[in-house]
């Protein structure tokens, strides 16, 4: 299996991708990449699941979602992004 994430940032810090395999072992990565070199990469490499992080919003209250927590407990490091809802909806 092979799986790629996707950190969506502000414009001029690009998006970040990694891909992993069923070993999680790194076999492709892009750091401040365009949209076209992120499309160009998962044409190529055909992952079975794509999985991009980009919170709606910031939170309204709290200080981190639901699933960061999970991660930070299972020891994979985190940043609080937004709500565990989608605001506005």
């Known amino acids: 299996m092979l799986s790629v994430g996707i950190d969506v940032a502000e414009a001029r810090k690009g998006l970040d991708l990694v891909a992993l395999d069923g070993r999680r072992q790194i076999v492709g990565s892009l750091s401040h990449a365009t949209v076209a070199q992120v499309a160009a990469l998962i044409a190529e490499l055909r992952p079975d699941v794509v999985c991009i992080d980009s919170p709606p919003a910031w939170a ?30």
């Open 60 to 89: 309204a209250e709290g200080r981190s979602r639901s699933g960061e927590r999970g991660l930070r407990g299972l020891g994979i490091a985190a940043f609080s992004g937004s709500c565990d809802r989608f605001v506005g909806a």
